[in-house]
Structures are given as C-alpha cells and as structure tokens.
C-alpha cells in the first residue's frame, strides 16, 4: 500500500498560461528523483477548488519548485471547515490508442468544458473530484527506425505484419517521445444523490476531457476502487504517458484571461504578503483569499513609517481607522483626530473609548457650545516667529484666491505683533484680535509697543499709521473681508476667541492627550472647517518638533489621524521633510483622501515617498487606477476598479520592512460601547468652555469696525505701496 499524500490548496496566479504550467512541469520531469504528485480539481456546493498533494517528505522542496517557477502561486494547508473527502464512486481515464497523446492546442477548450462540469449545480454532501497523479517521470529520447502505426488491428499486424505510421502520426509521436514526460494516471471521483446522477455527472467530465482527445483515440473510462482517488494510490500499471505539454489539458487549472465558472475571477487579485505581519492589536484586517484569514496589522513602531488611505465614501477607510485608533486608545498613546466631517469622531466617541480612557478625551466640536478652545496665538515660551510662519501658510493656503504681496505684508505684521505682544505681556491675544488690531488705534498704540524693538515691524506699523483712514482701509480691504468673513460664524469665535482655553493643545503629546476634532463642513461651512483644520495641523507639527527635547520618543508614539488630508496640510516645510522628521520624533500620520486628483502634486509626491504604509480601497477613477498600479507591479488598474465593498489592498510595514501587496477584508467596526453620552460629558466638563458671554465677546473683538477720530498731522491718503496683486 502507497504512503498517503500530504495535500494543501492551491490558489492559483491569473491570467495563467499554457507556458506558465509547462514551466515548473518541465522542470519537474526533467527530474528523475521527482516523487509522486496528485493534482486535483474538487468540486462541491461551496464551488471548485485545486488542490495538490505529495509525499511528506518531498512537500517543501515541491512546493518551492513550484512557486519559484510559478510566481504568485500560493499554497496552504487544508482548512478543518472543508477537509478533502471520501468519494462514493470512482473510474480511472485512459486513451485508445495510448501513444497519440493529446491535442495540446486545445488545453483552454478542454479546461473551460471541465470547469464548466465541475460547476453543476450540487446538492450538499455531493463532490466531483478530477485527479491527475504524475508518476514516474520518463526521459525524452529520439526514435530510430519505424515508428508503427497506432491504428493498427491485431488481425492486421498478424496477417500483414506491422506497418509504419503515417508520416503525420509519426511526426507526432517523434514530437511526444522527445520531450520529458510523467508516467500518469488520470481519474474521475463521484459522490452523487443517485445512481442516475452519478452517471450524468461522469459522463459530463468524461465529455469534457475528450476535447482534448485526437479525432481517431478514444478515452474509455473503467471503474477503480474509491480508495485510489481517496488515498490517490499509485496503480499497479500507470495508463497514461503525459508530455509537460500536456498536463494543462487535464489539469482543470484556470487558463488564459476570461472568466472561467467555478473559478476566482481574474480581478481582484487575491494576493498573500510576501513577509507575514507579527502584529495582532493594531489590525486593519484580514487576508481575503479564501480559506486564509491571515491578520494584518501595523505595530506602533512601524506606524512611525506613516500610513495612507485612499478610497472613496463608503469604501471602509473609516474602519481601517477605527480598528487602529480603538488600538491607540487602549495603549494610552496620544492621539490627534481630525474630521472633515462628524461621522468619524461619532463613531469613535461611541466605539473606541473604553471606560478606563474617557477621562485622556478632549471632543472639540464647533457645534458645541462649550466646546474646548483653541488659540493658535497662545505662543508660550515658543518662537513667535516659528509661529507664525506656520500659521502663515495655513492663511496662505486658505486664503489662495486673492492673496498677494500687500495681503501677505498685512497678515504677517499682524500676527507677529500679536504673537510677540502676546507673549511679552503675559496675557496672548487670539486670531479675533487681528481686525482691532488693524483698525483700533488705542489697541495698535498698545500692542506695538510691546515690540517696539522689532525696525522691520516698527517700519511696517509707522507706514500704517501714516496712512489716512481711508487709505488704511483700502489697505486692509482684503485680509479683513477675509477674516470678517469666517471669523464672525458664532461657532468659530466663540472657540478661536478664548485667549487662554482650559487645555491647551501644544500639550497633546507631552501629556498623551486623545483629541477628537468635529469639523462638520456642513454646519460651519467647507472654507471655515479648512481654515480651523489647517490650524489644528499647523499646531500638530508645532507640537511634533517640540518632541526634539525628549530623549526617546519614539518609544512613547503619537498619532495624526487626518482624514481628507489635503484640506488640512498646510505647513510651512514641505511635507515629506515634515513626515521624515516626524518619524525622528515619534509621531505617526496616518492620512486619508478619496481621490489622487485632489492632492496638490507636491503632496502628492511626499505622501508616495514617505507613506510607507498604504492601503488602497476600489478605485472609480481609471488615472488614480493607472497610477496606484505604477507603484504595485503585483497589480493591474482593472484589480484596484474590481475590488468589492471592504475590500482593498494593502502594503503594510512590519519589521521595518514591506510585506508586499496583500489582499484585505477590512474588519466589522468595533461595537458600542455605550458610553458615548458620558465621554462628551466628561470632556465639556475637564476642557469646556463654560463662560456663557464668550461667544458674544469673542464677536465683539472680531467685528470691531469702531476707529478713534484721528489727531495730530494729517496723514497720507494713498499706501506706499500699490494695489494688491
């Protein structure tokens, strides 16, 4: 009795080739010492799988042989949900005569009738096996002499003697005998309702394999013991002598690049990661491929190499983030959300806080009216020059439309003297100090001279202040329309204007904070939410290069969640020098955008340089297909267009290293935890703003129109400069 074989399932690489078969076969026939394989096609209620056995023994070097010479060939053990089973009826496929072979330009014929028979609609319990065992492999050899005539009868060769071939079977067996081949065995497994099915069912395979049949061989199919295809035993006399070549006719595999029944389609690829990700709490989701379910995951660490997402609404990029963030939460990392939206932050609040964290959670919601503050002017013991720089791109990037060299000289001035000022008196002023600033001369007379030091600040103020009224306010006509217009919202104010908030955000990381950041476009509008987003990032950054002064903080991670990133990235370096030294100080962005072609190319290009980590959802757009492609030679366009809801692809980083494209499901969002309503509580209550007059100040200070009767010398009617550009 023959040793039983060790099987595992094959998931095979598509579009697949005659070549791509004969390659690794070839290979194996070549080779004397190779041991005895079973290939099989089962089929079930559940559908077609292919399976490949072998000795023990032998199983890793015939499966490296086999992924070597077959790339994006992936085999794994069998799964205890669908184990391979016995078979009730089986019968053992020759050819008559043996020595034709087959015809190897049908092979994509041959293989699409048999998996169209596999297909049969099966009752459960019921199964069709097609098992190809390759035996003994036999070398090739040219023929001397004769070549006898395969057609020919027995009465014929006794009275007439044995004839020569015609010269075309000739041709073909000299052809069949020159090349490497495999003593082979050829059987069909049957587990049918009834007698009557059973012998539908064979005669359905048996149909299907004589398209691979030459027009005068027969192939006749004898009844075997069950146990042959069960324990795929070696019979005592092998019927059938199989070329290289000729295996793709009766192999089942999948060939060419049409959808085949039965099978996985071409699109999606079901691609397995090359290096196996160790993690298992930061998850993102698991393999796709069938019978897999590897998970995959990101470690803190190797977050620090930055992480994109990219999908359009209702992909599932929120539940890769979630999953993660619920992750961050529970290991007390610090932890920066921003939301274009509401819906995100809603379903963090309801699903990734636990109990034991509630009280690290700072919600700022504009809606809110007692939502946290936020002044960006709050300097501290910074440099109010670095400050404002940061704060001058994000109005730079806001405000495009419009801004020009006189813009810029007004917003410049004016924030420095407020920064600076701010920080001399011991007392900041907030972003709604900038319209009295420029237009109330006792708050201008007062602020100035806190920096009266500065000549540069000192010559722009004494040039304002020479103009006449009108002058002034032609000057200023455009950075205060600017800011008038989304500084005055009551939701906008009654945040920005709180000149020293009950937490401040610098501290994010020093003290592990989890701020969870509501923009909601739709009640503040898509421009306001830009500017205060923007505003939060610039902070962000400012926050991150203050982690210089710790000794090791990459081992004390944080998080930047920022989803529709290119709305909010406003820096004033640019973004790939800002990922690269964050990752020097330990903090991770993990950014998300629906489509390429809303990324400014310079964001763009950091993002693709920096990002290490990327997970790419179904894709509308043939461009954005094209180019994600371009970074994955796994993938074509059409697998990133095909790929179903929750699905997506995925390179991750573990280790440090790659693991290659893989195939994802993402994972169910986490459930609720019902403490929504007591998070938000606890935050209004730690971090709120509870003076019910703020808002009403906070307008006050912003509108400021009031301008002091001018005395003294008259002053210039006209700027110095000319008009805005």
């Not at 998996?115 to 003994?136: F, H, I, R, T, Y």
């Not at 050899?141 to 003697?161: A, C, E, F």
């Not at 989304?486 to 204007?497: F, I």
Request: glycine letters at 8%.
């Amino acid at each position: 009795m023959t040793e039983p074989l060790v099987f595992s399932q094959l998931y095979l690489p598509r579009p697949l080739s005659v070549e791509d078969i004969v390659r690794p076969f070839g290979r194996l026939a070549a080779d004397m010492g190779s041991p005895r394989i079973a290939l099989e096609c089962r089929a079930d209620s559940k559908g077609t799988r292919h399976l490949l056995g072998t000795e023990a023994e032998h199983v890793v070097w015939v499966h490296r042989t086999l992924s070597d010479l077959l790339p994006g060939l992936t085999m794994l053990p069998l799964t205890p949900e669908r184990p391979r089973t016995n078979v009730a009826t089986a019968a053992s496929v020759s050819s008559r005569p043996g020595s034709l072979g087959l015809l190897e330009a049908k092979a994509d014929v041959t293989t699409a009738a048999l998996l169209s028979a596999l297909n049969a609609k099966l009752l459960p319990g019921e199964q069709l096996v097609v098992q190809l065992l390759l035996g003994p492999t036999i070398a090739g050899h040219t023929v001397r002499g004769h070549i006898p005539d395969p057609g020919q009868s027995l009465w014929r060769t006794v009275t007439k003697g044995t004839q020569p071939a015609p010269s075309g079977i000739a041709k073909t067996i000299e052809h069949r005998l020159a090349h490497n081949g495999f003593r082979a065995s050829l059987r069909l497994g049957i587990t049918a309702a009834s007698k009557g099915r059973t012998k539908r069912l064979g005669t359905g395979l048996l149909g299907a394999l004589s398209n691979a049949k030459p027009p005068d061989v027969a192939l006749v199919a004898a009844r075997i013991r069950p146990s042959g295809i069960d324990r795929a035993e070696a019979p005592k006399r092998w019927p059938l002598r199989l070329t290289a070549a000729e295996l793709p006719c009766v192999m089942g595999w999948p060939l060419g690049g049409a959808e085949l029944p039965g099978v996985a389609p071409v699109h999606p690829k079901l691609l397995l990661p090359r290096r196996m990700p160790s993690e298992t709490r930061r998850l993102i989701g698991h393999t796709a491929l069938p019978g897999t379910e590897i998970p995959i995951g990101i470690s803190a660490r190797d977050s620090l190499m930055h992480q994109i997402i990219l999908g359009p609404t209702g992909s599932g990029k929120s539940t890769v983030l979630q999953a993660q963030i619920r992750a961050d939460v529970e290991a007390g990392h610090a932890l920066l959300v921003i939301d274009p939206k509401k819906q995100l932050i809603d379903d963090i609040v309801e699903r990734c806080i636990p109990a034991d964290q509630m009280d690290r959670v700072v919600i700022i919601d504009p809606a809110d009216p007692q939502a946290p503050g936020f002044n960006p002017l709050d300097v501290g013991d910074r440099d109010p020059d670095v400050v404002v720089d940061g704060l001058l791109a994000v109005f730079k990037a806001v405000f495009a439309d419009g801004w020009g060299p006189r813009t810029e000289d007004v917003f410049l001035a004016s924030l420095l003297t407020l920064a600076r000022a701010g920080q001399r008196r011991g007392e900041p002023f907030t972003l709604l100090d900038m319209p009295r600033l420029l237009t109330d001369e006792h708050v201008r007379r007062s602020a100035i001279g806190k920096v009266g030091d500065d000549e540069v600040l000192e010559g722009f103020w004494a040039s304002y202040n020479d103009l006449s009224p009108a002058a002034q306010a032609a000057m200023i006509a455009a950075p205060m329309n600017k800011l008038r217009r989304y500084l005055l919202r009551p939701s906008v104010a009654r945040m920005l204007g709180q000149a020293r908030p009950q937490y401040r955000f610098r501290d994010i990381f020093r003290d592990n904070k989890v701020v969870l950041i509501a923009l909601n476009d739709g009640l503040i509008g898509p421009i306001t939410a830009q500017l205060i987003g923007s505003l939060f990032v610039s902070e962000a950054w400012m926050a991150t290069l203050e982690r210089a002064s710790e000794d090791q903080p990459m081992n004390r991670p944080g998080f930047v969640v920022v989803d529709e990133c290119q709305n909010f990235v406003h820096l004033p370096t640019s973004f790939g020098d800002a990922l690269s030294q964050s990752r020097s100080y330990g903090v991770a962005w993990l950014l998300a955008h629906q489509s390429r072609k809303q990324m400014p190319p310079e964001l763009l290009e950091s993002v693709d340089s920096n990002a290490r980590t990327k997970v790419i959802f179904r894709l509308e757009s043939a461009k954005d297909a094209a180019d994600i492609a371009k970074l994955a030679p796994e993938l074509d366009a059409a697998d990133i267009q095909k790929l179903p809801q929750h699905h997506a692809y995925a390179r991750v980083v573990t280790d440090g290293e790659s693991s290659g494209w893989t195939a994802i499901k993402t994972l169910p969002p986490p459930p609720t935890t019902g403490l929504a309503s007591q998070i938000r509580a606890t935050s209004r209550q730690r971090y709120g703003n509870t003076d019910p007059a703020a808002e009403s100040t906070a307008i006050h200070r912003a509108d400021a129109t009031e301008r002091p009767i001018a005395v003294g010398r008259k002053r210039r009617t006209t700027p110095r400069e000319g008009g805005e550009a």
